[in-house]
């Protein structure tokens, strides 16, 4: 298919973490690295297909059990980068992730947050409000250079397939994430209520959400019902077409498994059959 036929409706999800004016340029900078990669690389040559949508959560591993209404605050701040970078949907967590899903009020509150910050603020009316600050176009161009830079090497490694075979990836991942446990853990990246501005310890001063048996229980039977209802012999016949057709990397196994759906196949009983044919990904331990 010509790459302009598709590139459009491509969408990707990024992550708004802590440091508010890098991640500003994080988002900056993606959206100048795709249209290059798209047109240089790819050869588009439609407008639409060198935008980068992109729906972006704000960061769940910011987020602390201690005092944890600063949550709202660090939230809030991740989801203004992410708009000022320019995403197109957004995520906010709720203030109690650090403990639990969240409660109902506290996703009313995520969702709230969003609401001030489309509806209040005025910074969704400018498509890139901070477009010419010295210091996020520096920002912006530093970090596409280290991007371009990092797809060069993979390049050279033989391709994204081959940097995941040989643990590249997942290397870099590990290595990052020990360098900050150590900048927290010695105080050099501060975060509140963890290593300053510390509190005694108590019980969180939210309702933490718990669920109720009675739902678990109730979908158990809502299942039950389904395969009692059900074709049984087409299902276990689909599934036994679905696993020889895994077992040949050339076969297309989207049209099998809508059948299997449309025949109210679980998910659970698709991922099953296919996971006897290509087993669990189980990642390379790094440490």
């Known amino acids: 298919m010509p790459v302009d036929a598709f590139a459009s409706r491509l969408a990707f999800y990024f992550i ?25 690389r790819f050869g588009a040559a439609k407008p639409e297909s060198m935008r980068l949508r992109f729906h972006c959560q704000t960061a769940a591993a910011t987020l602390t059990k201690a005092q ?32 639990a899903i969240p409660s109902e009020e506290a996703m009313k509150l995520a969702l709230r947050t969003q609401q001030v910050i489309a509806e209040e603020t005025g910074v969704p009316e400018v498509i890139d409000p901070l477009g010419g600050s010295y210091y996020v176009e ?42 900050i446990a150590r900048r927290k853990a010695s105080g050099e990246q501060r975060v509140i209520g963890v290593n300053v501005h510390v509190e005694p310890h108590e019980p969180p001063p939210i309702p933490i959400h718990r669920v109720d ?9 809502a299942v039950r019902a389904v395969r009692a209802r059900r ?24 049209p099998t ?11 659970g009983e698709i991922v099953a059959r296919l996971r006897g044919v290509f087993g669990s990904y189980v990642e390379r331990p790094i440490f």
């Not at 490694?157 to 995941?164: E, L, N, Q, V």
């Not at 048996?213 to 039977?221: K, S």
């Open 231 to 254: 074709a049984g012999p087409r299902v276990a016949l689909l599934l036994d077409r679905l696993a020889a057709e895994a077992r040949d990397p050339a076969v297309n196994l989207m």
């Open 68 to 99: 944890p209404m600063v949550n709202v605050v660090r939230t809030a701040f991740q989801a203004l980068s992410a708009v000022l970078g320019g995403a197109q949907s957004l995520h906010t967590n709720g203030l109690d992730e650090a403990y």
């Open 213 to 221: 048996p009675a739902v678990e229980a109730r979908q158990v039977a």
């Open 16 to 40: 708004a973490q802590a440091d508010f004016f890098e991640e500003v340029a994080k988002f900056r900078a993606a959206r100048r690295i795709w249209a290059k990669i798209i047109r240089e």
């Open 138 to 179: 520096a920002l912006t161009d530093r970090i596409e250079a280290e991007v371009l830079a990092i797809l060069r090497k993979v390049d050279a490694m033989g391709g994204t397939i081959r940097a995941i075979e040989e643990g590249y990836f997942q290397r870099e991942i590990a290595d990052n994430a020990y360098q």
């Open 257 to 267: 498994t809508i059948e299997l759906v449309k025949a109210r196949a679980t998910l």
